[in-house]
């Protein structure tokens, strides 16, 4: 069914896993994640950009999920991925989104906290759960100093201050995670401790079991990094967040895990290994299909060997 996030992650804290959210904006990419988890018997979230949701259209993303929900019959929350005002929140909602992020972390503190809580009113008084984000998540570039990881981490008092203030449903926080296919130059890093402590600060306020997100979770995979080098490609230096990582933040407070750059990655690979392999192939089907496969045996790795969701 279509459901909202608040039971999955209230499983999913308790049994100390995550939910994968992977960002859709096609019917392969749908197909793709829904059969994965459909045959592991795990619920999942499919999320949509403000640039998706522009690319395909509310109408045929929500259709096209319903359509997956009635072939799996899993329960999938469909919610909208960084969010950027109250009039992006009210069109998704319209449409039938279950879930919404706010992203108000480029915002001074005040503002985020007054705009997620516009949201947060308008989406409760409508059934929605509200994500919203605080703090920065540094490209590979800022990711210097532990004076420049302070400015931009999440400030723990400031979370349990924010999910007060606002009546949030979740918190994304920045622990180290970036967005896209280059998130460290060396050794791949998560601040543990001050998620530890955010949890911690959390429940001494008497705000239990709360939800906390990890956005630019991909850990981008070398395997398909290098397919799609070897056919074509021109893609250096990626690295992602290392599975155990993962592993270690869904048996803590995450209870939704990102991924958007592996699912690119992963289509990228096998398309261009059809063209590179077979170059007299004009069929869409062909590898878009090859794709969809691909894509699906990744989802299936993730829930399985990371997130720990099946048959939940
Ligand atoms: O967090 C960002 C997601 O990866 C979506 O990116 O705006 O290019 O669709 P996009
Ligand atoms: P990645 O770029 O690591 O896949 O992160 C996706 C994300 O956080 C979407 O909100
Ligand atoms: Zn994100
Ligand atoms: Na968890």
Do not use: W
């Not at 540094?138 to 990881?149: C, P, Q, T, Y």
């Not at 302070?150 to 924010?162: H, I, K, L, R, S």
């Not at 395997?223 to 869904?250: F, H, Q, T, W």
């Not at 192939?281 to 099946?310: H, T």
Request: aromatic share 6%; with cysteine.
């Amino acid at each position: 069914a279509l459901v909202t996030t608040k039971e999955m992650f209230q499983k999913a804290y308790e049994g100390k896993y995550a939910i994968g959210a992977f960002n859709i904006n096609n019917m392969e990419i749908i197909q793709a994640i829904t059969r994965a988890a459909g045959r592991l018997g795990s619920p999942v979230i499919l999320q949509v950009s403000k640039s998706a949701l522009k690319y395909a259209g509310p109408g045929y993303l929500r259709r096209m999920v319903e359509a997956a929900i009635e072939e799996t019959g899993i329960d999938v929350a469909l919610h909208l991925d960084h969010g950027p005002d109250l009039e992006t929140v009210k069109e998704v909602i319209e449409a039938g989104f279950t879930s919404v992020m706010f992203d108000g972390s480029h915002y001074d503190y005040e503002i985020n906290v007054a705009k997620t809580k516009e949201v947060v009113d308008y989406a409760h008084a409508r059934g929605v759960v509200v994500e919203a984000e605080l703090g920065k998540l540094a490209g590979v570039e800022d990711e210097v100093k532990v004076s420049a990881a302070d400015a931009t981490y999440t400030d723990p008092d400031q979370a349990v201050d924010f999910v007060k203030r606002t009546g949030v449903d979740s918190l994304a926080v920045a622990i180290g995670t970036s967005h896209g296919a280059y998130k460290f130059k060396g050794e791949a890093k998560l601040d543990f401790d001050r998620l530890a402590t955010i949890t911690a600060k959390l429940e001494a306020a008497g705000i239990h079991n709360f939800p906390i997100v990890l956005h630019g979770a991909s850990s981008v995979d070398p395997e398909s990094v290098a397919l799609c080098n070897k056919y074509g490609g021109d893609i250096k230096g990626a690295a992602g967040v290392p599975n155990e990582m993962l592993r270690k933040a869904a048996s803590m407070a995450v209870c939704k895990i990102n991924m958007d750059t592996d699912i690119r990655l992963a289509m990228t690979a096998a398309i261009r290994e059809v063209f590179g392999e077979q170059p007299a192939e004009f069929d869409p089907r062909k590898y878009l299909g090859a794709a969809r496969d691909r894509i699906e045996k990744l989802v299936e790795d993730k829930i399985k060997n990371v997130l720990g969701s099946n048959t939940k």
